[in-house]
C-alpha cells in the first residue's frame, strides 16, 4: 500500500471508532466491492477488507540479508521418545555449560536416540558433540545453508560434499579401517584447506598412527603454520622419529631438560638406574623447566639419558615435586610412543592412591579398557570427590553398582550429601553427574536410592541425570 491508501485507511479506522460511516473514505475499488449493500452491511464489507488489508499489506517485508535454509537434517538415531523429554530438559536445565550438556547428549545416544533439536543443539564450534550430530553441527555452520554433506564415501571426488565436521568423523573413521587412504586424501586435500582446519586434519592421524605416515609427516615441516609443523614433529615422535631437522634449537632444549632432573640408583641386591625432578633453587628455574616439558619430546630426553621411552618412563620417581610429575606425564601424553603411554598408565593405577590420577592426563591417548581401570580405581582408592570430576573421553554406561560399593568413594559420597558443607555439596552435584554419564540404568537406579536415604532430596536437580539414565533402561 503507498502513503495515500495509508492515510486513507486510517481516517477511515477514526470514523469507525467515533461511530460514523466510512463508505465516502474508501478507496474506489472498495466501493465498487461493497456498494450494491444496504448501509450496515456496506460497513461490514469495508471493515472486513480494511482488516485483511492491516493483516496482509501491512506486513514488514523480509530483510533482503535473510537466506532461506534447507531442512534440518534427519540423523541416523531415532528422537528420544517423547514422555522422556521431560526428565531430559530437567537434565539439561542442571547442567552448568556446554561440556555437561554434551555428557547428557553423548549419554542418550548411547542408548539408542537423539535429542529433539528444541531441547538442544550442538555449538558449530564445540568438537565434543557425539558424532551423530555431525549433520546438525554442519548444517548449522554451512555456508548459507545452500547445501547439506553427503552421505556417500569421502573421497578426493567427494571431498567437497562434506562439510568440515562430518569430514572429520568420516577421516577418522577411515584411519580405523584404511589408514593409508585416509593419509592420502589429507595429503591430496588438506594442503588447500586453511591452517585451523589443516591442523584439525593432521590431528586426526594421531588414529591409527604407524611407521608408513612418517615420510608425510616428515613432509609438513615445510608447511606455512607453524602449529602443522609443531603437531607433526609430536606425532613424529609418538613413532620414535627424530623431529624437525631446521629447529636447531629443540636438542639445545633437551639437553637443557635434562640437566633438570637427577640421574641415581636404587635397590641393594639389584641395582636400577632412577630418574627424579631435580631440586631447584629459584622459581624461576621451575618455570623454565615446565616450559621445557612442554616443548621437548619423551624420546628426545631418554636417548639423552641412553635409555628407551619405556625404560625412561618406568625408572621415574613419583612424589619428589607434584609439578614436575604432572608436566612430565603431560608430556609423554603428547609425544610418547603407545607402549610408553600404556606403560606409565598401567604403573600408575597400579601404584593407586594419589599418582593414579596423573592418569587422567594420559586419558586422550588411553583404550577403552584402560580408561574403565582407571575410574574403578579411583572409585577403590580416593575420598577425594573432585577426582571423578575431571574424566572425560569415556564411553557412557558401563559403571556397575559393584564398582561403587568397592570403594571409598561411595562412603564419601554419602557422608557429604548428609552433611552442611556447601562447597562439598557443589562437589556432590557434579560427581553426581559424572556418575550419570557412566553408570548402568540399573545403577543410576540403585544410586539414586542410596543418595535419597543419606538425606538427598527425592526431586533434587542434581538427580536429573541420574533419573534420565534409569528411565532409559
Given at each position: 500500500m503507498n502513503e495515500s491508501e495509508l492515510t486513507g485507511l486510517a481516517a477511515m479506522r477514526d470514523c469507525w471508532i467515533t461511530g460514523g460511516a466510512a463508505f465516502d473514505l474508501a478507496p474506489a475499488a472498495w466501493k465498487a466491492i461493497a456498494g450494491n449493500?444496504?448501509?450496515?452491511?456496506?460497513?461490514?464489507?469495508?471493515?472486513?477488507?480494511?482488516?485483511?488489508?492491516?493483516?496482509?499489506?501491512?506486513?514488514?517485508?523480509?530483510?533482503?540479508?535473510?537466506?532461506?535454509?534447507?531442512?534440518?537434517?534427519k540423523l541416523a538415531l531415532p528422537m528420544l521418545p517423547e514422555q522422556l523429554r521431560p526428565l531430559l530438559r530437567a537434565a539439561l536445565k542442571h547442567a552448568a555449560d556446554a561440556r555437561y550438556k554434551t555428557r547428557v547428549a553423548t549419554l542418550v545416544a548411547?542408548?539408542?536416540?537423539?535429542?529433539?533439536?528444541?531441547?538442544?543443539?550442538?555449538?558449530?564450534?564445540?568438537?565434543?558433540?557425539?558424532?551423530?550430530?555431525?549433520?546438525?553441527?554442519?548444517?548449522?555452520?554451512?555456508?548459507?545453508?545452500?547445501?547439506?554433506?553427503?552421505?556417500?564415501?569421502?573421497?578426493?571426488?567427494?571431498?567437497?560434499?562434506f562439510y568440515p565436521a562430518a569430514r572429520r568423523i568420516a577421516l577418522a573413521d577411515l584411519r580405523r579401517t584404511a589408514p593409508a587412504l585416509a593419509r592420502q586424501l589429507i595429503e591430496a586435500k588438506g594442503s588447500s584447506e586453511a591452517a585451523e582446519i589443516r591442523s584439525a586434519l593432521i590431528e586426526l592421524m594421531g588414529v591409527g598412527l604407524s611407521a608408513d605416515d612418517a615420510p608425510f609427516l616428515k613432509g609438513?615441516?615445510?608447511?606455512?603454520?607453524?602449529?602443522?609443523?609443531?603437531?607433526?614433529?609430536?606425532?613424529?615422535?609418538?613413532?620414535?622419529?627424530?623431529?624437525?631437522?631446521?629447529?636447531?634449537?629443540?636438542?639445545?632444549?633437551?639437553?637443557?631438560?635434562?640437566?633438570?632432573?637427577?640421574?641415581?640408583?636404587?635397590?641393594?641386591?639389584?641395582?636400577?638406574?632412577?630418574?627424579?625432578?631435580?631440586?631447584l633453587k629459584s622459581p624461576s628455574q621451575e618455570s623454565r623447566?615446565?616450559?621445557?616439558?612442554?616443548?621437548?619430546?619423551?624420546?628426545?630426553?631418554?636417548?639423552?639419558?641412553?635409555?628407551?621411552?619405556?625404560?625412561?618412563?618406568?625408572?621415574?620417581?613419583?612424589?619428589?615435586?607434584?609439578?614436575?610429575?604432572?608436566?612430565?606425564?603431560?608430556?609423554?601424553?603428547?609425544?610418547?610412543?603407545e607402549a610408553a603411554v600404556a606403560h606409565l598408565a598401567d604403573t600408575l593405577v597400579a601404584e593407586g592412591g594419589k599418582p593414579a590420577l596423573l592418569v587422567l592426563h594420559l586419558m586422550a591417548r588411553l583404550d577403552s579398557g584402560r580408561k574403565r581401570a582407571l575410574i574403578r580405581q579411583i572409585l577403590k582408592d580416593t575420598v577425594d570427590l573432585h577426582a571423578l570430576i575431571q574424566v572425560e573421553g569415556v564411553e557412557a554406561g558401563w559403571l556397575e553398582w559393584g564398582d561403587l560399593t568397592n570403594g571409598q568413594t561411595l562412603p564419601a559420597l554419602r557422608s557429604a550429601v548428609a552433611g552442611n558443607n556447601e562447597p562439598l555439596q557443589r562437589s556432590v552435584d557434579q560427581i553426581l553427574e559424572t556418575l550419570g554419564l557412566l553408570a548402568t540404568a540399573a545403577t543410576a537406579e540403585k544410586l539414586i536410592g542410596d543418595v535419597?536415604?543419606?538425606?538427598?532430596?527425592?526431586?533434587?536437580?542434581?538427580?536429573?541425570?541420574?533419573?534420565?539414565?534409569?528411565?532409559?533402561?
Open positions: 449493500a444496504n448501509p450496515d452491511e456496506r460497513e461490514r464489507r469495508l471493515l472486513a477488507i480494511a482488516a485483511q488489508a492491516i493483516e496482509i499489506a501491512l506486513r514488514p517485508a523480509a530483510p533482503k540479508t535473510l537466506k532461506q535454509r534447507p531442512p534440518l537434517p548411547s542408548r539408542g536416540f537423539v535429542l529433539h533439536p528444541m531441547d538442544w543443539m550442538p555449538a558449530a564450534s564445540y568438537r565434543e558433540s557425539p558424532d551423530v550430530y555431525a549433520p546438525w553441527v554442519d548444517w548449522q555452520a554451512g555456508v548459507d545453508g545452500e547445501k547439506q554433506s553427503s552421505r556417500e564415501q569421502l573421497t578426493a571426488e567427494t571431498w567437497d560434499d609438513l615441516f615445510a608447511d606455512r603454520s607453524g602449529k602443522v609443523r609443531e603437531l607433526a614433529g609430536r606425532l613424529l615422535a609418538r613413532l620414535g622419529e627424530q623431529g624437525n631437522p631446521r629447529d636447531g634449537g629443540l636438542e639445545d632444549a633437551t639437553a637443557e631438560l635434562a640437566a633438570f632432573i637427577s640421574e641415581g640408583n636404587s635397590g641393594f641386591f639389584r641395582r636400577r638406574t632412577t630418574y627424579a625432578p631435580a631440586k623447566r615446565i616450559d621445557l616439558f612442554a616443548t621437548c619430546y619423551l624420546g628426545d630426553l631418554a636417548a639423552r639419558f641412553g635409555v628407551t621411552e619405556s625404560d625412561f618412563v618406568g625408572a621415574w620417581q613419583f612424589g619428589f615435586d607434584d609439578k614436575a610429575d604432572l608436566f612430565f606425564v603431560r608430556m609423554v601424553s603428547v609425544s610418547g610412543g535419597v536415604a543419606a538425606g538427598m532430596a527425592p526431586a533434587a536437580p542434581s538427580l536429573g541425570l541420574l533419573r534420565l539414565n534409569a528411565s532409559l533402561a
